[in-house]
T-cell receptor, first 117, second 112 residues
Framework: DTGVSQNPRHKITKRGQNVTFRCDPI?????LYWYRQTLGQGPEFLTY????????KSRLLSDRFSAERPKGSFSTLEIQRTEQGDSAMYLC???FGTGTVLTGELFFGEGSRLTVL | QQPVQSPQAVILREGEDAVINCSSS?????VHWYRQKHGEAPVFLMI?????EQKGHDKISASFNEKKQQSSLYLTASQLSYSGTYFC?????????????FGGGTRLMVKP
């Protein structure tokens, strides 16, 4: 399968614990996005990478959240000191683009569902 | 600020038509449409770039009025497989046009 892969698919954790999610994008895609989706809502932008550079980060993103994309390949999203409000589906998407405007489709992974008890 | 979609939900019988609207308060570079089925990832439908173009494939088409900062998705002769939640995503100059801000979604249910 050459689609976007996310792991783990499900994570249940206790409040205060740290969690890390991994995203493997489509291999030739240089852009990688993280979104968060709660039930009944649209995906909410978290952060965006072009190759290994993190170019955009949502102002809503707490400093408990950090993302990396070493070497411009896979990416990790870490949430420290989780809170119940962090419970959501975390979606990763990738695309290929060279211009300044997004003109290509985003390919989404199936997401990592986080439940914080 | 996210784009506003209307209606929030619609129920159709097979073969009926539907229109889903997406409205933004910002000038837009592009509008993207995705469909998400329950428990699955969003799947791309189409992109509309500024220029007022209308695109479509099969019985799903869309238009983009950049002056009004609005887009509409048209589903004609709906099929059971059209059921799902439809999201518009917009790219605008405030985010360098490189990421999408999604609306709250429109839930579509097609019944036999």
């Amino acid at each position: 399968d050459t689609g976007v892969s996310q792991n783990p698919r499900h994570k249940i954790t206790k409040r205060g614990q740290n969690v890390t999610f991994r995203c493997d994008p489509i291999s030739e895609h240089n852009r990688l996005y993280w979104y968060r989706q709660t039930l009944g809502q649209g995906p909410e932008f978290l952060t965006y990478f072009q190759n290994e550079a993190q170019l955009e980060k949502s102002r809503l993103l707490s400093d408990r959240f950090s993302a990396e994309r070493p070497k411009g390949s896979f990416s990790t999203l870490e949430i420290q000191r989780t809170e119940q409000g962090d419970s959501a589906m975390y979606l990763c998407a990738s695309s290929f683009g060279t211009g300044t405007v997004l003109t290509g489709e985003l390919f989404f992974g199936e997401g990592s569902r986080l439940t914080v008890l | 600020q996210q784009p506003v979609q209307s209606p929030q939900a619609v129920i159709l019988r097979e073969g009926e038509d539907a229109v889903i609207n997406c409205s933004s308060s910002k000038a837009l570079y592009s509008v993207h449409w995705y469909r998400q089925k329950h428990g699955e990832a969003p799947v791309f439908l189409m992109i509309l770039l500024k220029g007022g173009e209308q695109k479509g494939h099969d019985k799903i088409s869309a238009s983009f009025n950049e002056k009004k900062q609005q887009s509409s998705l048209y589903l004609t002769a709906s099929q059971l497989s059209y059921s799902g939640t439809y999201f518009c995503g917009t790219a605008d100059p405030t985010n360098a046009g490189n990421m999408l801000t999604f609306g709250g979604g429109t839930r579509l249910m097609v019944k036999p």
